[in-house]
């Protein structure tokens, strides 16, 4: 059994709540496995796994475990009262929002506190982006810089309460127009929003349907741009598993296929369903054996990289910024290319239409510079 399927194990018994057979673990074998799961984001899952099924570990790693866990359930309860704080806010100047991501997925966890945190995103109309601004600033005291949209296409970030937010106003990008103008059209209509319980406080969310497909673009992305953690992908799972009665299934397909990202979330569907445990029948697109050749290069991926493909950079930290940025955009090329077959028109249109804007935009930056 290879240190992947053995965490696998661990996050299938957590994720469905589900017994795992008994074991002993040695102090530097428990030190190799939360270094792995903090890595891939999963803490919380594999500490769960570990005292819910009463594993037999040395005193100090149980003394650990506790710790990572009283940790983790005070930083959620910490995000779920700024997540209520921000709704009570926006809705009291009557201003629409949707709550995406986060603590809104952490809901549909077994454990919602034992789910790794992250920031707190939030999308408001591009048009109302001046009023929350205002009224953040008023109520808040915290003044958001706007910033030239190639310098921040898609969202505005601050801080408030020791929380990062991240207000957007376009919740993914796309190089081709017409799939940007569709997604854009989907989040904009409030038609397409419901609310979830977070602190007490019923927070706008995004429907079943749109939220599935929303969620797998932002982690298709993220892939494909740099990369992602297990976290990710058991967030994807949760959904598809705890929204399973309430998703129009064809009209996901039908979403999947404008964007042409059907065969990659079936590619995706071969780690929700073989190695995170999802019940087939709650997968809405088959997987065929291409799509499971896809589904392990992925995989390769994630265990090999890391969270936004951060161990693939970590030996640049002491290069010059030249280096660095010699190297990123040498990485966004090869990642793109290595998934242009998964998703053709959106991954032709990234070279043929965003990196010719981007050398532009860094040419034009570089002679103000001068």
Known sequence: MTKSDFIFGLLRSALWQKPHPH??????QYKEVMLYAEQQCVVGLVTDCLRTNDMELQKKCVINLLKLQNALEKENKHLEDNVASLTKLLEEHRIPHVVVKGQTLAALYPKPRLRVPGDIDFYVSEKDMDKVMKVIQEDWGIEIIPKKKEEQPRHLPFKYNNNTFEMHFKLALFSLPRHQRFLDQLVDDTSTRTTVSIGGTNVPVLQPTLNVFYTFIHLYHHLRKEGVAL?????????????HNSIDTDLLLKMLDTIGYRKAFAAFGYIFVEKLGLD?????VSIGESERKWGKKILDDIILHGN?????????????????SWHTGKMLLSRYAKYMMLTPADNIAFFTRYMPKLLLGSVKKNLRRK
């Open 231 to 243: 976290r990710q992908l058991c967030d994807v799972t949760i959904l598809l598993d705890k929204l």
């Open 23 to 28: 074991f002993a673990m040695a102090g530097w």
């Open 308 to 324: 936004w493909g951060k161990y693939e950079r970590e030996h640049l930290e002491k290069k010059t910024s030249v280096k660095r």
């Open 280 to 284: 087939e029948k709650k997968m809405p």
